[in-house]
């Protein structure tokens, strides 16, 4: 019988771990079955709702369409490992500061999608709302800009208008505003 | 899910070698839509190939002016692209128009062309299907059809092809070049897509282990004059009910040269090639680009559910084409 099973080298939060998992298993079932890091949320398991939001060599992707195997060599960043101690991630500060949640189940993705967010936006990356006009960074953030650019995370409990709030903020504070 | 083995391919061309040996094998490039269709039951592979970590992500601007784009590049990559924004902003509008930021940095372009129909029932296991299933019959003519397809339909099958990314590569004549086991061949975009006849399980005319190694966008003198428009059922972050991708040059009023490809209403990017044909050479009118629009949907043959696409693409066009105009005034 062939292998239908393989060896994962994966780092995750700065941790390097070694695990052996059927070949079926995505990320998102690494994190929460293997190693016990259950923040990041499964919601639609279809990469359409966004709870399973990880950053992928610091690139925002669904982990829940992500095999393990694929992401062998990769470094996972969850939200458990985005705070330094107790302090709180900006995001996360912000999101607490602005009451960006109800339920909560959402949040995690929403928090990890929203920092890769803002690197792509400090990268000046434009986005469909941007059109044909350039995209120049932090500067040309706004409400419309937040909303495009969050359009992979779903909240069922209709927080938007805080998490749009908290994020505006943070555009704020990344061009020298307070 | 079945359970599958898994190589990471060193190679394209032991990559080829593995999938043609192995019908029950796939390329896995971002999964995005495999892995999907895998937990769905659609797909039920015995082997992925994994073709994501080949070297074949550079983004190129050729000397004459073309693209070259590498299959396993990301869609936001390629998105971002400055000189991608500047010489060719429909490639760069189509990709940001698609999906969400997550889903754009995991998909490549290749896998964004090979990517299946999102129709309702060739994703539901439990339906008929002639794509999924071939002879199994089609149930969305009788049923839920307002998403589907209104020109190059077939008895067997309604479904549309997906890809934005394809759209504007149609419009732009882009080629793209595949590896399989008898070597190198290059494949025009627009004849990459079958239409569905009486083989809809056939998207396109790849066989069975060739993979797409790079497209190639040629050179445009008015490329930089292009734009992609999409109008759907939500803001942001769902498929096309029509999209346009358009590229126009006008001098002295008339149009010197055209192209036109819509999204969302056929099995394949659908080149408007009679619209193009009737517009060279006229003035640059809105009720010009209304006429020629109208008579290349003369050919289509819509349903109950999705005839509002046959005005709605009408206008689409038309107004992507004057704002285009407007643009060169």
Same mark, same amino acid.
Request: charged share 20%; with cysteine.
């Given at each position: 019988?062939?292998?239908?099973?393989? =060896?994962?080298?994966? %780092?995750?939060?700065?941790?390097?771990?070694?695990?052996?998992?059927?070949?079926?298993?995505?990320?998102?079932?690494?994190?929460? %079955?293997?190693?016990?890091?259950?923040?990041?949320?499964?919601?639609?398991?279809?990469?359409?709702?966004?709870?399973?939001?990880?950053?992928?060599? &610091?690139?925002?992707?669904?982990?829940?369409?992500?095999?393990?195997?694929?992401?062998?060599?990769?470094?996972?960043?969850?939200? !458990?490992?985005?705070?330094? &101690? %107790?302090?709180?991630?900006? =995001?996360?500060?912000?999101?607490?500061?602005?009451?960006?949640?109800?339920?909560?189940?959402?949040?995690?993705?929403?928090?990890?999608?929203?920092?890769?967010?803002?690197? !792509? =936006?400090?990268?000046?990356?434009?986005?469909?709302?941007?059109?044909?006009?350039?995209?120049?960074?932090? &500067?040309?953030?706004?409400?419309? !800009?937040?909303? !495009?650019?969050?359009?992979?995370?779903?909240?069922?409990?209709?927080?938007?208008?805080?998490?749009?709030?908290?994020?505006?903020?943070?555009?704020?504070?990344?061009?020298?505003?307070? | 899910?079945?359970?599958?083995?898994?190589? $990471?391919?060193? /190679?394209?061309?032991?990559?080829?070698?593995?999938?043609?040996?192995?019908?029950?094998?796939?390329?896995?490039?971002?999964?995005?839509?495999?892995? /999907?269709?895998?937990?769905?039951?659609?797909?039920?592979?015995?082997?992925?190939?994994?073709?994501?970590?080949?070297?074949?992500?550079?983004?190129?601007?050729?000397?004459?002016?073309?693209?070259?784009?590498?299959?396993?590049?990301?869609?936001?990559?390629?998105?971002?692209?400055?000189?991608?924004?500047?010489?060719?902003?429909?490639?760069? @509008?189509?990709?940001?128009?698609? +999906?969400?930021?997550?889903?754009?940095?995991?998909?490549?372009?290749?896998?964004?062309?090979?990517?299946?129909?999102?129709?309702?029932?060739?994703?539901?296991?439990?339906?008929?299907?002639?794509?999924?299933?071939?002879?199994?019959?089609?149930?969305?003519?009788?049923?839920?059809? $307002?998403?589907?397809?209104?020109?190059?339909?077939?008895?067997?099958?309604?479904?549309?092809?997906?890809? /934005?990314? *394809?759209?504007?590569?149609?419009?732009?004549?882009?080629?793209?070049?595949?590896?399989?086991?008898?070597?190198?061949?290059?494949?025009?975009?627009?004849?990459?897509?079958?239409?569905?006849?009486?083989?809809?399980?056939?998207?396109?005319?790849? @066989?069975?282990?060739?993979?797409?190694?790079?497209?190639?966008?040629?050179?445009?003198?008015?490329?930089?004059?292009?734009?992609?428009?999409?109008?759907?059922?939500?803001?942001?972050? +769902?498929?096309?009910?029509?999209?346009?991708?358009?590229?126009?040059?006008?001098?002295?009023?008339?149009?010197?040269?055209?192209?036109?490809?819509?999204?969302?209403?056929?099995?394949?990017?659908?080149?408007?090639?009679? +619209?193009?044909?009737?517009?060279?050479?006229?003035?640059?009118? *809105?009720?010009?680009?209304?006429?020629?629009?109208?008579?290349?949907?003369?050919?289509?043959?819509?349903?109950?559910?999705?005839?509002?696409?046959?005005?709605?693409?009408?206008?689409?066009?038309?107004?992507?084409?004057?704002?285009?105009?407007?643009?060169? $005034?």
């Amino acid at each position: 019988m062939p292998r239908t099973d393989s =060896v994962v080298r994966i %780092e995750v939060n700065g941790a390097d771990h070694e695990v052996t998992v059927d070949n079926r298993t995505t990320v998102l079932d690494l994190l929460r %079955e293997h190693l016990g890091l259950t923040g990041t949320k499964k919601g639609c398991d279809h990469g359409q709702c966004g709870a399973c939001t990880v950053l992928v060599d &610091g690139r925002r992707m669904n982990s829940c369409l992500l095999l393990a195997v694929s992401a062998g060599g990769a470094a996972i960043r969850t939200v !458990e490992g985005l705070a330094t &101690g %107790e302090e709180l991630h900006p =995001v996360q500060q912000a999101f607490v500061d602005c009451d960006a949640l109800q339920c909560g189940y959402c949040t995690p993705g929403q928090i990890c999608s929203a920092v890769a967010m803002l690197d !792509e =936006v400090s990268h000046a990356w434009p986005s469909a709302v941007t059109g044909a006009a350039p995209f120049t960074g932090p &500067g040309d953030l706004d409400a419309a !800009e937040v909303r !495009e650019r969050m359009n992979g995370n779903l909240c069922r409990c209709g927080a938007y208008v805080n998490i749009v709030d908290a994020l505006l903020g943070i555009g704020l504070t990344m061009r020298g505003e307070p | 899910m079945r359970p599958f083995r898994y190589e $990471r391919a060193t /190679d394209a061309a032991s990559a080829v070698a593995l999938v043609s040996a192995d019908p029950d094998a796939r390329f896995l490039g971002g999964g995005t839509n495999l892995v /999907d269709l895998m937990k769905l039951g659609v797909e039920r592979p015995g082997l992925l190939v994994d073709v994501s970590g080949l070297e074949r992500s550079g983004i190129e601007v050729l000397a004459d002016g073309g693209l070259r784009i590498g299959a396993q590049v990301r869609n936001s990559d390629l998105a971002v692209d400055p000189l991608v924004r500047e010489r060719f902003p429909v490639l760069s @509008q189509a990709l940001l128009s698609g +999906a969400s930021g997550q889903l754009r940095n995991a998909a490549t372009v290749g896998g964004n062309l090979l990517q299946r129909t999102r129709c309702l029932y060739f994703q539901d296991v439990t339906k008929p299907c002639n794509k999924r299933a071939p002879g199994t019959g089609c149930p969305a003519r009788a049923g839920e059809h $307002r998403d589907m397809a209104i020109l190059g339909t077939s008895d067997a099958c309604i479904a549309t092809h997906p890809s /934005d990314l *394809a759209v504007a590569l149609t419009a732009l004549d882009a080629r793209v070049n595949v590896v399989g086991v008898d070597g190198v061949r290059t494949v025009p975009v627009t004849e990459l897509y079958r239409l569905p006849g009486a083989e809809p399980e056939r998207d396109t005319v790849l @066989q069975h282990g060739e993979l797409i190694e790079r497209i190639d966008v040629p050179p445009s003198s008015f490329a930089t004059r292009s734009a992609y428009r999409k109008v759907r059922d939500r803001a942001s972050f +769902a498929f096309a009910l029509v999209s346009v991708a358009a590229a126009l040059d006008v001098a002295d009023g008339a149009v010197q040269d055209v192209r036109v490809a819509l999204g969302g209403v056929a099995p394949r990017p659908w080149r408007a090639t009679s +619209a193009e044909a009737a517009l060279r050479g006229r003035p640059a009118t *809105a009720a010009n680009f209304v006429d020629a629009i109208s008579a290349e949907l003369e050919a289509a043959a819509p349903l109950p559910g999705n005839a509002f696409k046959v005005p709605l693409a009408r206008n689409v066009v038309a107004r992507v084409l004057e704002d285009l105009a407007e643009a060169t $005034r």
